[in-house]
């Protein structure tokens, strides 16, 4: 099995902080195409919000 969390240790604070602001601003639009019914893909908001718990849980392990 592939591990998500690899690409990210490799990374550095700043680095790091840029990605979950991408996220967090990613969800943010998605729950917005959502309350529009704009969304096609479902499962999008499931995957970014594993990816920002990815992403917190490197930067709590720093």
């Known amino acids: 099995m592939k591990n998500p969390t690899k ?10 902080w840029t990605l979950l602001a991408e996220k967090r601003l990613a969800l943010r639009n998605f ?7 704009n969304a096609r893909n479902v ?8 990816e920002i718990a990815r992403v917190l849980t490197v930067m709590n392990q720093k």
């Open 7 to 16: 690409n990210l240790t490799g990374k550095n604070t700043k680095e790091l």
């Open 43 to 50: 499962k999008e908001g499931k995957t970014l919000r594993k």
């Open 31 to 37: 729950r917005f195409a959502v309350s529009g019914s």
